[in-house]
């Protein structure tokens, strides 16, 4: 597997960083220093899905696939090589429209990772909470997503504090317009599991998804 590159940020607050790995999908997706990944939506090209993530060189690390038919709202993530790492599921009939995420191509809770679900049913802005399978009780979030989705400035915090695992920022030039990409970047904080913050992304982009319908 590609392993990206890193790409140091001189604003990278290395203080609230992990000081060892927060392993959720697999310890070989946790790096030592911050990870830049190019987020590449509505890729014509890409037969598998309508998701590409790449490393700032431009190497596929991890993939998308899109909806299936069926009465649940599927979707699979992918390595580089196309081996399933999660598959991310939508609850139905979810107030507060629940996600659930499993590992490998599973829908078995015994598989269950995480679950991701809105705050609060009416937002303005983006307010995510997210529970590992660890966290049974769910009275406080293993770690948040606030932000605005249109706007690509979505963060993703540690639990209920200001510490920083993730962040996003938009990145658009005219070309990208032009074939139907969209395109944004995500900086991943020292030792976090990018992989699981792709599945976060992934989770947004469903919930902006179903806003638009």
Known sequence: MAHPSSHLHPTAPAPNAYSSPVSIIGPQFCAPYPVDLAIIRKVL??????????????????????????????RVLLDGAGNPLVTIRRKILSLHEKWHVFRGESTDFKDLLFTVGRSTVIQLKTTLNVYLASNAKEDVCDFKVKGSWLERACVVYAGESSTIVAQMHKKLSMGSVLVGKDKFMVTVYPNIDYAFIVALIVVLDAINDDDEE
């Open 45 to 74: 090209t890409l037969s598998d899905g309508n998701f590409a993530v790449t490393d700032v060189n431009g190497n596929i690390l991890l993939k998308v696939k899109g909806k299936l038919l069926s009465l649940h709202d599927n």
